[in-house]
């Protein structure tokens, strides 16, 4: 059975993929995930404003009360104050490397544009197989445009480019007005891949003391129809592979996205709930499929149920496409 | 010469530091102000891999006591090592007998030592030589420097001669004067210092070191018949010194250009009055002398730089022949002898000259002490040293610089008197150490010193740990600067607090036609209706340019918080003209780019902005012709404190305590308690604000309390009739007392606005989200209101002791603190243990306090947090030292004891005339409980009434100890630097001496108060400094240790993880008739930690099983049951869980990451096997404990 994939110009050994999770934030980490049997590894985000955030927290913590008696003018080493340096981020995928065999890829989340294009070089100098830009907006005021938004970010693409030679894919927010057109430019600005979707970070409320609080929860099976809907619809005028993020529980579901058009599928909150072995489950039970269906490569299924290209309504209706969103529009939004 | 010289702007440590560094092979140290920054440093050096001139990485090894720094010294020397050491003061003391060692086996080394005063009447962190002389009769050859550069001079000279001689050296400089002083100097070169000190002389030191290999005894024990002429063998290698530092000084003039001697001379070359010294005071002398002889005064100076050996015969050919009078300045005292030691020793040197017909005339010598404990010598006090020599009769022996209106020695002086050089301009700076003054006049120094000024910076900070205030004082110029004395008349004033205007040294630094830049929030044409009348009156009189600009506003704007710094940078240098304008903008935004670059762009950018806003804000102030003002500054203490307090206390508060003269002052160092109270410092914007409507009354927040500024009272309801209409309060929640009333007092100008309470508190508003019963709110409304109802609160009547349920958090709530107020750090994790102590046993505790951060904030002048109640009493405080609490509060405990054995005596040989009824009843009484201790204290009052009928001495004899049978609660308390390690053995000593002492180890895991060194209380894998890459050795089981007798209470308590543990073994171990010892977590800011996290954090080191609660109870033991109680829960959070949201851990986690990591691990492990141990110790039946032998006492 072959399950040879190929992605943003890696060969892979399968379509599964792990995502960029906190599976991943140690070499022991990476190391079970590997093990687990994932085609590729997505590292943890890298990201700036966490850096930002600590250096600034790092060097006020070092600094409060210096200065201040004349027994104790510091209370710290001079090198206990901070910096900014990824240091552990850049071992994190030097180790990676050395460890597995299989791909490991950076995520990179950065906060100002020569950051974004200073980090790739690091993360490749330190070996990563390719970057994976994690972009998307935090809310901003009503008076800000969208097309500001997408023309930084296909900036930053632009000079992550030109600052590496790895494979960049973009994984992005579903949030665009138009996402098959942003889809197209990134592309455009030479996106090695796109990885469908980034998951927007919402905090939630705790009723009971009255505060906000945290709210990365693990994705829920349902979630994965959007990204699904979105590779479909985009792979056929895509010339980059997509990577299918988000909502990939069992192996029914990986078999989906790939049927979707899929070049990969990540998976992270199964891997998370069920542990790295997990993988081992989903791929075997996509060769059982595959088998029942009498597949011998996944490249003889793969976006079968894509959209037909763009322009040929006919065959779009003809796919069932128009009837299944129209019927899915109609149960969604009831009598609004 | 022939080479460019590099200049650098360091203070007098670095200079030491660096070559003391690059000459060495070890270095043996131990913190202690003002030489910590030497051993630092070179700590810094050795972790960063820099080498000495030798081509290898000197060794820097922290040990537990100075004693135990000068043995590790000791051994370094006998094992070959080229080896040095750093200290000061009560440290060089502890040096001594190694000194004698050192010296006897003619060893070559050097110390360096910032010369500091020693604790007498008091303790003193600043400079003058009463160490240095302490050590004089050690065989220890001493050179002084007096100033930054010969600091890095001498340190190479006192290397040199050392090898050379094989005489050991002390180098010393003056504390904080010369050690913390900026000034621009010539460094010496590798090349210069291995031109000094010639390899072939280390290898001979080498060659005489313990070898194996040809082995011989050093050390040995000898007898009458030997001793005294072995002694005399070393004469000779004396004799040499003074040659042998010429030749050292001569080569180093050959490289350098600068020119000393032994013993220097400056002034007219036919002098009649001259003046001796050493130390920084000679640089000031040299520049007095100058000016005078400038203005035809036939004066002179001679500077000691070589004390010991004594050079007499280059100290007599230095004084001109010409001369008729000699003033010695010695900066020390030696109470009770003919005079002091330099003064004796000139006085000998030129008598026996005399005699023996070298010298034809004999000059007048006078001897006088000026500069203890930093007290300034200025060319005023140095010009009236030269005038008293002019008079008369002169006074023989003399004091410089006081008021000594007690013994009448103080001389006059001209304070106005200026000699220095026009071209240098001088700059004092007014602010806090919160606001980054300090830095950035580092920064301007840096700044200037780059463009090829230069520059001297000298920083003068306070007594507090919270709102303290800094003095920087500032001085530029095209030539060297020389003048080690504060800034008077200074050109520039930066005034950056509006609130500290007032006090009054700001405009008397102030130089005629000064500018003054004040921060403050009013605009050019608002701010002059808003200063004091004694403001307005200078600035007219002075004809002070006035600027101003809204620093905090601007600050707040670009991202700063309350670092005003960079905003009043910017100001000062487009105002003071030390530079272009925009020369000066540029070098301080490129100073910005490089100094924060590492904290990320933000914070770069948001100084950038600082610098342009700042300028854009800046307003000249057109000022009036007279003053207007109805307003006077708020007097420091209220009109109804004591006297001593309004003249003493007040004088100090203001920062004029040196205009007070001798007999103001207290003669054996005894000071009033409870002074904190009449402080009013005001420090913080944000205080805390009671909700008495959601109040659970819980007492939470009260008992966290740091400062002691929220008390509790219950009383009756009638009471509020008589209330201001803004006090608050809520009926009592509690069964059975009805109409009663319940009222929480914040006292607002004491809080420091750490939040602490908030966090303590358990109610969460329903209706406000965040909302506690307890909040931080604008100190402006709450203030105002707050002092009529404090003053209502305090008239309203304490709640009785023996009421009081003393067994809950709830219930200590009502207990009166007698330690409040302190200057501790904001948000402290020490002081409510203290504050804790004070309200449980106050009323009958001896404190003996180890040196320390509880020492300063408990007896750092001023003022005195430690209080007495309504009836007078209150605890008893005393500082011996660092290294021998635990023996001072033993002490404490035998002398309680005999007197408590000598009342019963006395007592029972009374028993007809007091009568047996109450005498029985007062030997028998048991004292545990309060109200037993109510009842005791009431016989005491009744005896004593009868006691004053009887006139007979065992009458008045018991009198004197009759307070004795009131059960005395002795404490010994202090932090981990002396319980762990320098008063470790001493602490061992007496756990192990059955008696009933109560220790209380406040444990921050690192020496707080000298900036966060490691201790052996340091945790696995924290850094600190001297554990710059995390620390790798385990933190010490005291616990376990003391467990060991059997016989010693032991706790181990974290009064934010549970308090209601803590009170239980703060209880337990008073009560117990023995030895107790708590260990008490203390967060704190060395921790590296937002001090308002700080219960949290103890929260999370006990459930993460790093901090297991715990008590031993020996009673346990005895009635047959386990007395090892675990007292917390199984750990249920990861040891990361507490560990990263500390820096001393993060930040090796960021820098090291490996290393970290590995630590982490290890430092898991340990915790894990640690609570395996305790539990098992919790399931053990009595007979596998050790068993308490002692009889009952």
């Not at chain 1, 929860?217 to 349902?222: E, F, I, K, Q, V």
């Amino acid at each position: 059975m072959d399950l040879a994939t190929d992605y943003m110009g890696l060969s892979l050994r399968s379509p599964l993929v792990a995502s960029a999770s906190p599976a991943s934030y140690t070499l022991d980490g990476v190391q079970r995930l590997a093990d687990g049997g994932v085609a590729a590894i997505v590292l943890h985000s890298l990201f700036e404003e966490d850096l930002l955030e600590q250096a600034e927290r790092h060097s006020a913590l070092a600094e409060a009360g210096s200065e201040s008696f004349a027994e104790s003018l510091s209370y710290f080493p001079e090198t206990a104050g901070a910096d900014v340096e990824p240091r552990r981020y850049l071992k994190l995928v030097e180790r990676s490397v050395a460890a597995v065999q299989v791909p490991v890829i950076a995520s990179l989340n950065g906060a100002s544009p020569g950051s974004w294009a200073r980090y790739a070089r690091q993360i490749q100098e330190a070996g990563a197989a390719g970057v994976e830009l994690n972009l998307y907006s935090s809310p901003v005021g009503p008076a800000t445009p969208g097309r500001w938004l997408e023309d930084a970010h296909l900036d930053v693409l632009g000079l992550v480019k030109a600052a590496v030679d790895v494979p960049v894919a973009v994984k992005m927010s579903p949030c665009y007005s138009s996402v098959a057109e942003m889809a197209t430019r990134f592309i455009e600005a030479g996106a090695d891949a796109l990885v469908l979707f980034s998951r927007f970070v919402q905090p939630d409320i705790d009723p009971e003391t009255l505060a906000l609080v945290p709210g990365v929860g693990l994705s829920a099976p349902t979630e994965g129809r959007l990204p699904r809907t979105w590779v479909a619809l985009l792979r056929p005028g895509a010339r980059v592979p997509l990577a299918l993020s988000t909502g990939t529980h069992s192996p029914e579901d990986l078999v989906k996205g790939l049927l979707a058009g899929a070049d990969v599928v990540m998976s992270t909150s199964a891997l998370l709930r069920h542990g790295p072995q997990y993988a081992a489950v989903l791929l075997d039970g996509l060769q059982a499929w595959m088998e029942g269906k009498g597949y011998d490569s996944v490249s003889q299924f793969r976006g079968l149920l894509a959209a037909p290209a763009d322009g040929d309504a006919r065959a779009r209706e003809r796919a069932g496409y128009v009837d299944a969103l129209r019927a899915a529009n109609a149960h969604q939004a009831g009598s609004w | 010469m022939g080479r460019e010289p590099t200049r650098a702007t360091i203070d007098g440590n670095e200079a030491a530091a660096s070559v003391a560094y690059r000459l060495n092979e070890v270095c043996c140290i131990y913190p202690i102000t003002p030489s910590s920054p030497m051993a630092e440093l070179a700590d810094e050096w050795s972790a960063k891999g820099r080498p000495n001139v030798f081509g290898a990485v000197p060794a820097v090894i922290e040990m537990q006591s100075e004693g135990g720094a000068a043995g590790a010294l000791h051994g370094a020397l006998q094992g070959g090592a080229l080896a040095t050491t750093f200290t000061a003061s009560q440290g060089l003391l502890l040096m001594v007998p190694n000194m004698y060692k050192i010296a006897g086996e003619l060893t070559p080394a050097v110390m360096h030592v910032a010369a500091r005063s020693l604790a007498a009447q008091g303790l003193s962190i600043f400079g003058d030589h009463q160490d240095v002389m302490a050590v004089r009769q050690t065989g220890f050859a001493l050179l002084g420097s007096s100033s930054v550069q010969e600091a890095h001079d001498m340190a190479a000279v006192a290397q040199a001669a050392t090898l050379a001689s094989r005489v050991p050296f002390v180098h010393f400089f003056d504390g904080f004067r010369t050690s913390h002083e900026l000034n621009t100097i010539e460094l010496l070169s590798d090349d210069d210092l291995r031109a000094l000190v010639p390899a072939e002389l280390v290898r001979a030191h080498r060659a005489r070191a313990l070898s194996p290999e040809h082995p011989f005894v050093r050390g040995t024990a000898q007898n009458p018949d030997v001793y005294f002429q072995a002694r005399e063998t070393v004469n000779p290698y004396y004799a040499r010194v003074p040659s042998l530092v010429e030749e050292a000084m001569a080569l180093l003039d050959q490289r350098t250009g600068r020119r000393y001697h032994v013993v220097d001379y400056a002034g007219h070359p036919g002098a009649e009055r001259v003046v001796v010294a050493m130390g920084s005071g000679a640089e000031t002398l040299r520049a007095t002398v100058a000016h005078l002889v400038a203005q035809g005064e036939r004066v002179g100076v001679v500077t000691v730089r070589l004390y010991r050996p004594f050079p007499a015969q280059a100290l007599v050919e230095a004084i001109p022949a010409t001369v008729r009078s000699v003033a010695v300045l010695d900066r020390t005292k030696e109470p009770g002898s003919f005079g002091e030691p330099l003064f004796l020793d000139v006085l000998a040197a030129l008598s026996q000259a005399h005699g023996a017909g070298e010298r034809p005339e004999m000059p007048e010598v006078t001897g006088g002490r000026y500069g203890l404990s930093s007290k300034e010598l200025t060319p005023g006090m140095a010009a009236g040293a030269l005038a008293e020599l002019a008079r008369d009769k002169p006074k023989r022996r003399f004091t410089l610089g006081i008021d000594d209106d007690v013994s009448g020695t103080s001389i006059d002086y001209d304070p106005e008197l200026d000699i220095e050089p026009p071209g240098t301009k001088r700059a004092v700076f007014f602010g806090l150490g919160a606001d980054g003054t300090v830095g950035a006049n580092k920064n301007t120094i840096k700044i200037l010193g780059a463009e090829g000024l230069y520059a001297q910076g000298y920083f003068v900070y306070d007594s507090k740990k919270s709102g303290s205030q800094t003095v920087s004082h500032l001085r530029f110029g095209r030539e060297p600067i020389t003048a080690p004395y504060l800034v008077s008349q200074a050109g520039f004033v930066g005034c950056h607090q509006f609130g500290l205007l007032d006090r009054p040294e700001v405009l008397e630094r102030a130089a005629h036609g000064a500018t003054l830049l004040l921060n403050c929030p009013y605009g050019p044409d608002e701010v002059w209706a808003t200063l004091s009348r004694p403001v307005q009156e200078e600035i007219v009189r002075k004809k002070i340019e006035l600027y101003v600009v809204d620093a905090n506003r601007v600050a707040r704007d670009v991202g700063l918080g309350q670092r005003v710094n960079t905003v009043l940078q910017a100001c000062f240098f487009a105002i003071s003209a030390v530079l272009e304008r925009e020369q000066a903008v540029r070098h301080m935004k490129e100073a910005i780019t490089k100094t924060y670059a590492r904290r990320g762009p933000r914070v770069v950018e948001a100084n950038l902005a600082a610098v342009d806003r700042a300028l854009e804000g800046l307003a000249r102030v057109q000022v009036p012709a007279e003053a207007s003002s109805e307003r006077l500054p708020r007097p420091p203490v209220p009109a109804d404190a004591p006297e001593f307090v309004r003249t003493v206390t007040a004088a100090m508060m203001l920062g004029v305590g040196d205009r007070l003269p001798v007999s103001a002052l207290p003669d054996d160092g005894t000071w009033p308690s409870g002074t904190t109270a009449y402080e009013k410092r005001n420090v913080s914007d944000l205080v805390a604000d009671w909700s008495p409507e959601l109040c659970i009354q819980c007492g939470n927040c009260s008992f966290v309390c740091p400062h002691a500024v929220i008390r509790s009272k219950y009383y009756p309801s009638s009471a509020l009739a008589q209330a201001p209409a803004t006090f608050a309060s809520a009926p009592l929640r509690s069964r059975g007392l009805p109409g009663t009333a319940y009222s929480l007092q914040v006292y607002a100008e004491d809080c420091t606005g750490c939040g602490l309470c908030v966090e303590a508190c358990p109610v969460s508003d329903p209706k406000v989200p965040g909302r506690k019963a307890i909040n931080l709110a604008e100190a402006a409304t709450v203030v105002g209101p707050g002092r009529a109802n404090i003053a209502f609160f305090e008239s309203l009547p304490a709640p009785e002791r023996p009421r009081v349920d003393f067994g809950t958090v709830r219930g200590t709530q009502f207990l009166e603190p007698l330690f409040e107020f302190s200057g501790a750090c904001s948000g402290c994790g020490e002081t409510p243990y203290l504050k804790l102590l004070s309200q449980l046993f106050g009323d009958r505790a001896v404190i003996a306090n180890a040196t320390g951060c509880s020492s300063i904030y408990g007896g750092n002048l001023p003022t005195t947090p430690w209080a007495k109640n309504a009836e007078g009493r209150g605890p008893a405080w005393s500082n011996s030292l660092f290294e021998d609490n635990a023996e001072f509060g033993l002490g404490m405990r035998l002398a309680a004891d005999h007197h408590l054995g000598l009342a019963r005596q006395r007592l029972r040989e009374l028993r007809d005339e007091l009568g047996a009824e109450l005498v029985d009843a007062a030997l028998g009484a048991p004292q545990r409980s309060e109200s037993e201790l109510a009842a005791q204290r009431a016989r005491l009052g009744e005896l004593r009434r009868r006691l004053a009928d009887l006139d007979a001495p065992v009458a008045r004899d018991l009198n004197s100890v009759l307070d004795h049978l009131l059960r005395r609660s002795v404490w010994i308390v202090g932090g981990d630097g002396w319980a762990y390690d320098i008063g470790a053995g001493g602490l061992d000593h007496v756990l192990a001496s059955g008696r009933d002492v109560n220790v209380l180890v406040m444990d921050t895991e690192v020496y707080s108060n000298t900036g966060g060194q490691m201790s052996k209380a340091t945790p696995l894998g924290a850094v600190a400094k001297f554990a710059a890459a995390g620390k790798t050795v385990e933190k010490k089981d005291l616990a376990l240790q003391a467990i060991a007798y059997g016989s010693v209470y032991v706790a181990r308590v974290a009064l934010g993880a549970d308090p209601e543990q803590t009170l239980r073994a703060f209880r337990e171990a008073e009560v117990y008739d023995g030895p107790s010892l708590i260990i008490a977590y203390s967060h704190c800011i060395a921790h590296g930690i937002d001090m308002r996290s700080g219960l949290d954090q103890q929260y999370r080191a006990v459930a993460s099983g790093y901090w297991p609660l715990l008590r031993y109870d020996p009673v346990l033991r005895a009635a047959g049951d386990n007395p090892f109680l675990l007292d917390s829960p199984r750990p249920r959070l990861a040891l990361a869980e507490y560990t990263t949201r500390e820096l001393r851990y993060a930040s090796l986690a960021r820098t090291e990451p490996d290393e970290a990591e590995r630590l982490a691990a290890l430092a898991q492990e340990a915790v894990d096997l640690r609570w395996r141990t305790y539990e098992e110790m919790a399931t053990r039946p009595a007979a596998r404990f050790p068993a308490d032998a002692r009889k009952e006492s």
